[in-house]
């Protein structure tokens, strides 16, 4: 009987260890499956580290190219705006005048700075430049600003009153000469609205508007 319950004592242990060895082989399995998945997620993973740093890096170089074409026609777009505004003053005082754009970044932010020069003197737009002065810059930065729109409107531009304080016939009749020169420069029509009377014969056609007991009147020039 002792020999028999002995044999029964072995078979348990037998079994208990069977059971333990098999529960071990089947954790052995599952870890062994995920350590698999995980070596085939890490080969994905660094495919895509590579695909990605490739990306990285041609955007970079993007970036660097790109760069330098935005330097370019920035460069381009001031020099085109210097060009217009500077031809605008000097049809209405004389050689001496440039005009002048200083493009900057500070703090990572941009920074335009317009200003006239006379010669070697700066005269600021907010201090102490001239109200003509002002007419003028500000007339030719209009016409500008529409050759660079994209898409570009018609061709067509109205002002009202644009040199309200131009004086005298001389200056009155140069202002006219710079406008039809724009106009040609960057075949722009444009169309001053003025109480002032043209003095020259340089618009290629003139509108006067008279009103009479309410009723307005037009009346080709």
Known sequence: MLKKNINLKKVNILMTMNERLSKIKSFVDIKTH????????????????????????????????????????QDEILKYIETVVTSALQY???NEYTFHVNYQLKRNQPEVELFVMKGEVQYDFKTSCGVGVLNICSFALRCVCWSLLEPRTDSVLVIDEPFSS?????????????????????????IVVSGKYPQTDYANCIFEVSIKDGTSYVSKK
């Open 166 to 190: 131009i004086s005298g016939k001389d200056q009155l009749e140069k202002a006219e000469y710079m406008v039809k020169k724009l106009s040609e420069m960057l075949n722009l029509q444009i």
């Open 92 to 94: 209405i005082y004389g």
């Open 34 to 73: 995920d350590i698999h998945v995980a070596n085939n997620d890490l080969d994905v993973i660094c495919d895509k580290i590579e695909e990605h740093t490739e990306l990285f890096e041609i955007q970079s170089s993007s970036i660097v190219v790109l760069t330098d074409v935005l330097a370019i026609t």
